[in-house]
């Protein structure tokens, strides 16, 4: 009986006929990158130091504001060299014993907010932390989401948003269309806690990590959350190191090629007949993470032959079905089917990738984001001190930003068909 290999692989020799050794040409995009938790990388901290975050500064009950620097110190410092910066139109470094005074309200004397102005100054190699109330001077957030639309997400880096609800008594600026200036005071009120902000830019590994680490060292009970915008949407690797293989149908498992851990090789008994497998998958969404609607995913299918080099096919017959298990809802599973003479070209090396997505309509901004949300239209006579003012609209254009450079997957599955 003749047998085709689905080989889930980059780089690989298997033999043929007559025992010719025949290579396996690069996979055309690439495979999941196996990352982890580098032992040292450095660290970049830029505190706004504008007059509208002065307020974090003057009062102590519930102010997490007045300890962070030194944790952001004790965290980062565990990871590389730390470098601290302030910032209003422009950057300043501060030195190893000045970063203490952003603790002092005299500090907040800068005029203008300028966030653009860091994104450009960030290294995209280190850990980069912007703490700021997230309000923009000119009103042009626009253009700070088109600057990390270009340099993190296009280059498939991750970036967060930490939220923490602090006492707060000082002067918010440019409310409504009057740009109206209030003063506010939470006095000692958790209800009536301002929120300021930590953006958090980098590597998807680190990002994860050094959310769960500033969760862990949280010590005061300030209402926080949490948003992460990634590409890969879950905690662990969505691939075969993790998934589990059911049932299938005209495949058999082989494992003779040695492959990589995060990779599948099958053998196909008949070319002619339907095949399909069934794989579990247990979903872990990351601290952060956007809830889903897994009734709005899309199945992307990508069929490539080749001798020398890789030819995308246009048809297909590809079939994929996400469900989930009525008896763990954490557990999802997928079935793949096709019929091979119908989505194959016969003879050759053929290469599959699979992906799920979101739509997005589908990938959802958590629930504390329309909470501490507040809009204000005209004359901005009654405003909400404890809410920032267009979250929702802020942080709605980050997500769109990720699905314009680099769309969020849940999973992804490569193989090839040899021969």
Request: glycine content about 6%; charged content about 25%; proline content about 5%.
């Amino acid at each position: 009986m003749k047998k085709i290999f689905l080989i889930f692989a980059a780089i690989i020799f298997f033999a043929g006929c007559g025992n010719k050794i025949q290579s396996v040409p690069p996979l055309p995009g690439t495979l999941p990158e196996i990352l982890s938790a580098p032992e040292k990388i450095d660290s970049d901290i830029y505190f706004d130091a504008t007059v509208s975050m002065k307020g974090f500064t003057t009062l102590a009950a519930g102010n997490v504001y007045l300890t962070l620097p030194d944790l952001l110190v004790d965290m980062c410092g565990a990871m590389g060299e730390t470098k601290f910066f302030s910032f209003g139109e422009q950057i300043h470094p501060l030195d190893r014993t000045n970063y203490r005074r952003l603790t002092a309200p005299e500090v907040y004397v800068e005029p203008i907010t300028a966030v653009a102005n860091v994104i450009d100054r960030a290294d995209p190699n280190h850990l980069s932390i912007i703490v700021t109330d997230l309000f923009e001077s000119e009103s042009d957030w626009a253009l700070v989401t088109q600057k990390l639309r270009e340099k993190f997400f296009a280059a498939h880096s991750t970036v967060a948003v930490i939220g923490i609800r602090n006492s707060f008594k000082g002067e918010i600026f440019d409310v409504g269309l009057n740009a109206a200036k209030f003063n506010y005071n939470s006095f000692d009120d958790p209800n009536r806690y301002r929120p300021f902000y930590l953006l958090v830019l980098g590597r998807d590994d680190v990002i994860k990590n050094f959310l769960r680490k500033f969760n862990e060292k949280q010590i005061l009970p300030n209402d926080t959350g949490y948003l992460l915008l990634a590409e890969n949407l879950s905690e662990t690797p969505a691939d075969f190191s993790n998934f589990k293989l059911g049932d299938v149908e005209n495949f058999f498992s082989d494992n003779t090629l040695g492959l990589d851990s995060r990779v599948k090789e099958f053998g196909l008994d008949n070319f002619s007949e339907a095949a399909s497998f069934m794989i579990s998958w247990e979903y872990r969404p990351p601290l952060g993470a956007c809830p889903i609607d897994f009734s709005e995913v899309d199945t992307a299918v990508e069929i490539f032959s080749a001798d020398e080099e890789w030819i995308p096919l246009e048809k297909n017959d590809v079939r994929v079905n996400l469900l989930k298990d009525e008896r763990q809802s954490e557990i999802f599973l997928v079935k793949v089917s096709l019929t091979p003479e119908k989505s194959l070209a016969e003879g050759k090396l053929n290469f599959v990738r699979i992906k799920i997505l979101p739509k997005e309509n589908g990938l959802r901004l958590p629930a504390w984001v329309e909470e501490w949300s507040v809009n204000v239209d005209g004359s901005a006579k009654i405003f909400d001190g404890s809410k920032t003012l267009n979250l929702t609209r802020i942080l709605g254009s980050l997500k769109d930003s990720i699905f314009s450079a680099s769309r969020p997957a849940l999973l992804q599955i490569n193989f090839v068909v040899a021969p």
